[in-house]
């Protein structure tokens, strides 16, 4: 069962884990799953909840990194798309195809983009997407009719990967736990346990119950993204930092905006980067940003050069074009980028590759990476691992592990994302058909939903069902405070908790969706 209880239960069967791992985003989910999955005995310790950071306000694509390619980073881009390929099949039911479209003013833009794709289809090997090609006037409008007539001359159309980043996320952790892993959210690893300067183990917080942990370990893992230098500093006060983290904002707004299935990928901005509109979850999410950042922080806000940002650029392309009126909600999200040796690089020239270092103390730290290489991420870890621990040699077990949920069969609803589970939140509409309630009256989020993420998919606040589990605050924040009250009535009959509970999750969640909500800009 993914349940808390049965999590914290599963503790007392275990006096010293193989491998602890802290952090519960991609980069920590994917450890604990290959650990566990090795048999080797796993904890995983998430400070807060599942994917809360960086690893659920990604752009929701799993690519290759068609501008690493004109970096020349071509062994990242291949390992990159052998990823995405193996995610396709290992999570069906949340991966799928996504046909992109790159505008071009000039047929030299046209040659460019195009051989560049081509040698990307080429690069995936046996697990393609399809063929990338150039399409006339005609086939552009068909495409993307909201597109600027001066665009209209030629494009190339290629495919990539899109997901949703947090529910893949959750899927994950109800994997590591099906393969033996104890996985445990809203505990805070506190410090480090040391015998003759190693790091034997740590010591945690239940940030519920308030109860204090000491866990002993053979190896521990920090895989806490942009917190990584939090630890370490824990580890060896005074220790450079490892990581620099970067912003990306994105915005959603009405599907009308794009008026169709297929993306759009603007292929060269004022800043050098790549800017995507792509279809999400019946909006259009639009976005990112590249912005350094001296500090990292939990809740991370859009600033205003970077909507901006986007909102102008997108209207050089659309002819319809959202303004900040039309923006649903706004959220950003912080990369973990391993610092350059070298000072006076921007943000985009950092690679998105990953690094894993070993201290002193034996404590393993991962940098760097993303959603789409989570796995081979992972891999490299755990040896490392079961070499430095004196663990049995084990083979990876990855490659071909289906995770939670995954299916080939197809819905044409929106319970898709539940894959095997879809027919079990049915099922529970079909015990009290008051459930099949709409959480918001022009989304199709069910009160059954909210129950399940409880029940089934270790939900604790109100944030975790509306952020994570449905994504309402992502995909319009002024809904997500409107169906907040029920969602915390519904919480507090599953978790029989109290109404100061229920008032102060209200007030919490309120306070927190009022940032991804862009009010009028304020002229001075």
Not at 18 to 35: E, K
Not at 91 to 114: D, G, N, S
Not at 231 to 253: A, W
Not at 302 to 331: C, G, H, N, W
Request: aromatic share 8%.
């Amino acid at each position: 069962m993914f349940t808390r209880i049965h999590q914290l239960q599963k503790l007392r069967d275990c006096s010293r884990w193989d491998i602890i791992v802290i952090g519960g985003g991609a980069t920590g989910l994917g450890i604990a799953l290959d650990a566990a999955s090795r048999g080797y005995t796993t904890l995983l310790l998430e400070q807060s909840d599942f994917s809360q950071g960086t690893s659920s306000r990604s752009t929701k694509l799993i690519h290759g990194g068609v501008r690493y390619l004109a970096q020349g980073n071509i062994p990242l881009v291949k390992e990159a798309l052998f990823e995405r390929g193996l995610l396709m099949n290992n999570a069906r039911h949340l991966v799928q195809k996504q046909t992109f479209i790159i505008p071009c003013h000039h047929w030299t833009e046209l040659i460019k983009y195009l051989s560049g794709l081509k040698l990307y289809d080429w690069l995936s090997g046996e697990l393609s997407f399809g063929k990338s090609t150039w399409l006339k006037r005609a086939a552009m409008i068909g495409r993307l009719p909201n597109l600027q007539p001066q665009f209209l001359k030629w494009g190339v159309e290629y495919f990539d990967g899109q997901f949703d980043d947090a529910r893949l996320a959750i899927n994950i952790a109800q994997t590591v736990s099906e393969v033996g892993g104890v996985i445990l959210n809203y505990i805070k690893v506190g410090g480090f346990i040391k015998e003759g300067g190693k790091i034997t183990g740590v010591t945690a917080t239940d940030r519920e119950s308030g109860l204090e942990y000491n866990f002993s370990a053979r190896c521990v893992i920090n895989a806490t993204g942009v917190f990584v230098d939090d630890l370490l500093q824990k580890d060896v006060p005074g220790s450079s930092p490892l990581v620099r983290p970067s912003q990306g904002i994105h915005l959603v707004v009405d599907a009308s905006f794009l008026k169709s299935d297929t993306a759009m990928m603007i292929p060269q901005t004022s800043d050098g980067r790549v800017l995507f509109a792509v279809p999400w979850q019946g909006h259009t999410l639009l976005g990112t940003t590249d912005t350094p950042l001296e500090h990292p922080t939990m809740e991370p806000v859009a600033m205003e050069q970077e909507i901006d940002f986007i909102l102008d650029t997108v209207k050089d392309y659309l002819v319809k074009a959202p303004q900040r009126k039309d923006v649903l909600s706004v959220f950003a999200g912080l990369r973990p980028l391993a610092a350059p040796k070298k000072s006076g690089h921007s943000t985009r020239e950092i690679s998105r590759g990953h690094k894993i270092v070993v201290s002193h103390s034996g404590l393993i730290t991962v940098i760097g990476g993303k959603w789409t290489t989570y796995r081979k991420m992972a891999e490299q870890t755990v040896d490392h691992a079961f070499r430095m621990a004196n663990l049995p040699k084990v083979s990876c077990k990855t490659k071909t592990l289906h995770l939670h949920g995954c299916t080939a069969a197809s819905y044409t609803d929106h319970f898709s994302v539940y894959g095997t589970d879809a027919s079990r939140v049915r099922g529970l509409i079909q015990e009290d058909p008051s459930l099949a309630q709409q959480l918001c009256s022009h989304l199709p989020h069910t009160e059954a939903e909210v129950v399940w993420a409880v029940r089934c998919e270790m939900a604790r606040t109100v944030e975790d069902v509306l952020a994570r589990r449905l994504r309402i605050l992502f995909l319009d924040a002024r809904a997500a405070i409107q169906a907040s009250r029920r969602v915390a009535q519904l919480m507090q009959a599953e978790l029989r908790f109290n109404d100061e509970w229920k008032n102060q999750q209200l007030i919490e969640f309120e306070k927190l969706a009022l940032y991804y909500i862009l009010n009028e800009k304020i002229n001075p």
